[in-house]
């Protein structure tokens, strides 16, 4: 079974600190994704990567940056948080375009 | 550009009665379309993709490509359908862009009993 792992069920953090949101898979997949789940938006795309130090900005970028220094690592970040980032996250993978994809159990977020 | 909307926020059926979740999406080259579901307290899964053509829990899809729609049908609902159902494209050219995953807003279903 492929395993996705996100770091934290639950964070809470201040105005303006630095988050770090982790996600690890064990499958060798190529391609990792984070998105924000959002009631009424659904999952909008805020980065992707499709290999090691490779990323592509998502549908929302704006607030985030990502890191994949490793295959299995993909990291998203919050230079500085804000309340309006207060959301569930979601890390997903896929081994190839078009193949299915492999969700963690999410991270819900709430910036104070 | 891709886009996939889902034009139904909730969805409320009786059990036994047919439902049609909605799926519509916009994409220049060829797409490959997916159902994901989320159960209560569980994790995101795949429910079915176009190109295994295969009903899962007696679901199916079909992709209209002349509609650009590719709407979940099932004949007869039950209770333990109930749950979040999202639509999601995939490019299948090469280059970064392929390999976009895009989802829809999401469609909540309930079937009562």
């Known amino acids: 079974d492929v395993k996705v792992t996100q770091s934290s069920r639950y964070l809470v953090k201040r105005t303006g600190e630095k988050v770090f949101l982790e996600c690890v898979q064990d499958?060798?997949?190529?391609?990792m994704f984070w998105y924000r789940q959002d009631p009424g938006l659904g999952l909008r795309l805020i980065y992707f990567?499709?290999?090691?130090?490779?990323?592509e900005k998502g549908d929302i970028p704006e607030g985030y940056s990502v890191s994949r220094e490793k295959k299995e690592r993909f990291s998203l970040i919050l230079e500085s948080a804000s309340t309006n980032q207060t959301s569930m996250y979601l890390c997903?993978?896929?081994?190839?375009?078009?193949?299915?994809?492999?969700f963690g159990q999410g991270t819900r977020l709430t910036v104070v | 550009a891709q886009r996939v909307t889902q034009p139904e926020k909730l969805l409320s059926v009786f059990k036994g009665a047919p439902v049609e979740l909605k799926c519509n999406y916009s994409y220049s080259g060829s797409p490959e379309l997916f159902w994901y579901v989320q159960y209560s307290r569980q994790r995101l899964q795949l429910l079915l993709r176009h190109i295994s053509r295969e009903s899962i829990k007696g679901f199916t899809a079909d992709l209209n490509k002349g509609e650009t729609s590719f709407h979940l049908k099932k004949p007869f609902a039950q209770e333990e359908d109930s749950a979040m159902y999202y639509c999601a494209l995939s490019g299948l050219g090469g280059g970064t862009s392929g390999s976009r995953l895009t989802f829809g807003e999401g469609t909540q279903l309930t079937v009562n009993p």
């Open positions: 499958m060798d997949h190529e391609n």
């Open positions: 990567s499709y290999d090691v130090k490779m990323k």
């Open positions: 997903a993978t896929t081994h190839r375009v078009g193949t299915e994809a492999f």
